[in-house]
């Protein structure tokens, strides 16, 4: 197996797995839960943490996508 189908393998399977835990931190993260950290509430906490897990996990999908096709 060429090095960078294995990498590429390694980033969509890491890509897939931050898309699921940005949806997750998005839409079910911090409901029900008191405080925060500082002038930020724990929801708010959730929202950032989703939004930037959604960035890495679609741009680990695309470059690991882009490394098993350029691999073919």
Known sequence: MPPTLAFGLLLVLVGVAGLSFGLYAL????????????PISERGVHVI??????????LSLAAGTYLIWSSL
């Open 49 to 58: 943490a989703g939004i930037r897990m959604l960035v890495v996990g679609a």
């Open 27 to 38: 839409l079910r993260g911090g409901r029900g839960q008191e405080g925060g950290i500082g």
